[in-house]
Structure formats: C-alpha cells, structure tokens
C-alpha cells in the first residue's frame, strides 16, 4: 500500500482525500477525506480574476490540509486545480501560495484530464457489477463547468463545458450583488437555456445517448440524493451508489428552484456554502436526465478526489519500479 494525498481545488471546493492505496487492486482506504467550501471563483465569470477574500478563504484551508498530510504521513501530495484557476488572468498569484503553503506545484488541468480523473474516480469500484449496464455517462457537475465522459472499462469520450452551479447561480440568479430570493421562472428558464446550449455542444464529441447507466458526481448530485432519500443528516454511506429515480430528480429540483433561500438553509442535509447555488446544480442535472431520458441517477462519493489518489498511487509505483531497475542494473553503485 502507498500513502497518498490528493487535493481537488475546484470552483466551489476544496478538497482533501488522504488514502492507502493499492494500484494492483484498486484498492483505496481512506484516511482522511473533507471538504471546505471556499467559492474560489466568486465573481470570476464576471471579472476574470480570482478575489483576494476568495483566494484567503482557499489559503486558509490549504493550512489545514498541510496539517492533515503532515500528520498522517503522505510522503506523495498532488494538488489538482479545475475551472475557477483556468479561466483566472491572476492564477499565478494561487500558484505561488499553493506552493508556499504546501510545498506542491498546482496542476491546472484541462477539461479532458479532470473528465478521465472523474471516470476513474467513480467507476473502479463498479467493475463487475451486474446490474448496473455499460456504457456509463459520468456527469461531474462542478461550481464552474460540467464534465461528460462516455466509456466502459476506460474512457471512450469526454468533454468539459462552462455550466457548473456558481457559474449559473452568478451569471442568470444575482441581482443588484445578491442571488434573487427566490429566483424567478424566467431566471431559471435562462438558466435551462445555457445548459442546453452546453448539451448541444457536448453532444458534438460525447456520445450522450449511447450510455446505459448516468453516474453523477460532486456535491450538487449528492445533495439532491440526500434530499430524496430523506435523511435527517447528510451520510455519504447511505448516499453512495444510492440509484435515485427520475420523478424524484424532478420534485426535488422543483422544490429547490420555487425556494426561499431560507427554506433552502433549513433542510437538515444542506450545507451553508451550497444553499445559494444548488438549485441551479439540481437543474443541470434535470436538465443532463431530460435530454438522455435517463430513469435514474447512480450517484457516487467518489469521484476526481479518488481518481487523483488512484493516479498519485500509480505514478508512486511507477518511480519505485524504476529507481529499483536503475539499482539492479550493471555497474549502478
């Protein structure tokens, strides 16, 4: 087993996943996995720069994680960094306080690579399963873009586009500096509309309709299950690999989109940092659900954050087998 640490920085989050990992197996045992809501691109759909509140808020939080991997011991850190730090004119002022804090280099991925990080996140643990056909669809709905990735046992197609919660929270439900409380028909109906467009895009290189099986990740899918399955507090035990039906999709994000954002705050499984953008993720997904007549949603906890880990663990494995063939070899000291 190696001991590894990943980190997923995305639009909304940061992320943390400290595991033993077996790259033979696949085997993945947590250690340490949490979440902070730091919203790191606030504002950046409008300004193009991440706020100085925004990058403080993802600093401090890279303090506790630098405290984490410290205390349990991972030698092998990888720091991924996603939409919000793409699209960024000063990503160059997160990069040297990543590195300042925890000593990693982020890496600001493509779409296509935080797609196969996806894939392989949250299907490993589905090989084999029979009830379950393939082709997947694994839809990673994130604060500043979507990921749609099409395969089997490995990714056939993917792509990435620019609708995630915040994004559409901040571009069509913000008023005057505040989200509209509650939004309007017409509000949302812009919102359906971008993600549409986003669909018809994705289609262009993503076999939508060949998937047998949805998988949804990231915290507005696991949001909407936790709301579904009616739990009293949120438990990624009850919520992982729950197979939540179409009809309750919908009446949860119906719910949501003709909220009060404090009728939103009051249900139990909801975290402060998402009341305000979660309707708009519950339609992504709607909306995702619609245009491939999918029945049900699979939904996963394990995602980017795993597949990063399995990655990390890999590329750990692969170093040792190497230094081991350049020691063995004729002559080596």
């Known amino acids: 087993m190696t001991r590894v640490a990943a980190i997923d920085c995305g639009t909304n989050s940061i992320r943390l996943l400290v595991a033993d990992a077996d790259p033979a197996t696949g085997a993945l045992v947590d250690l340490d996995r949490r979440m902070t809501i730091v919203r790191l691109g606030q504002d950046v759909d409008r ?36 939409s919000a730090s793409r699209d960024a004119e000063n990503r160059d ?27 392989t996140g949250a299907t490993k643990e589905l090989t084999g399963r029979d009830d379950l056909a393939r082709p997947y669809l694994v839809v990673d709905i994130g604060g500043g873009s979507t990921e749609f990735v099409v ?27 505040v989200v509209a409380d509650p939004p309007t028909r017409e509000q949302f109906a812009a ?3 971008d993600v549409e467009a986003a669909l018809d895009l994705a289609e262009r290189t993503v076999p939508l309709q060949k998937a047998r099986t949805l998988v949804g990740l990231a915290g507005s899918v696991t949001t909407v299950a936790a709301i579904a399955l009616g739990l009293d507090t949120y438990d990624w035990r009850a919520i992982h690999h729950a197979r939540i039906p179409y009809d309750q999709v919908k009446a949860v994000a119906e719910r949501l989109m003709s909220a009060t954002h404090a009728e939103r705050a009051a249900i139990p499984v909801m975290h402060p940092g998402r009341v305000d953008v979660i309707a708009s993720g519950a339609l992504v997904l709607l909306a995702i659900m619609d245009r491939i007549g999918a029945e049900e949603v699979v939904v996963s906890e394990h995602d980017i954050l795993d597949g990063i880990a399995h990655k990390v663990a890999e590329e750990a494995e692969e170093a040792e087998e190497a230094e081991q063939r350049r020691s063995d070899a004729p002559g080596a000291a």
């Open 47 to 82: 300004t193009g720069r991440l706020a100085p509140e925004a990058l403080e808020r993802t600093f401090a939080a890279c303090r506790e994680y630098a405290e984490a991997i410290k205390e349990h011991g991972a030698e092998h850190v990888r720091f991924v960094a996603t």
């Open 151 to 177: 395969g089997a046992d490995e990714v056939e197609a993917a792509h990435s586009v620019d609708v995630g919660c915040v994004r559409m929270t901040e571009r069509h439900l913000v008023r005057n500096g």
């Open 191 to 193: 919102v359906r509309a």
């Open 93 to 119: 002022e997160f990069v040297r306080g990543v590195v300042d804090i925890l000593g990693v280099e982020p890496e600001v991925i493509t779409g296509a690579q935080e797609a196969e990080f996806s894939f």
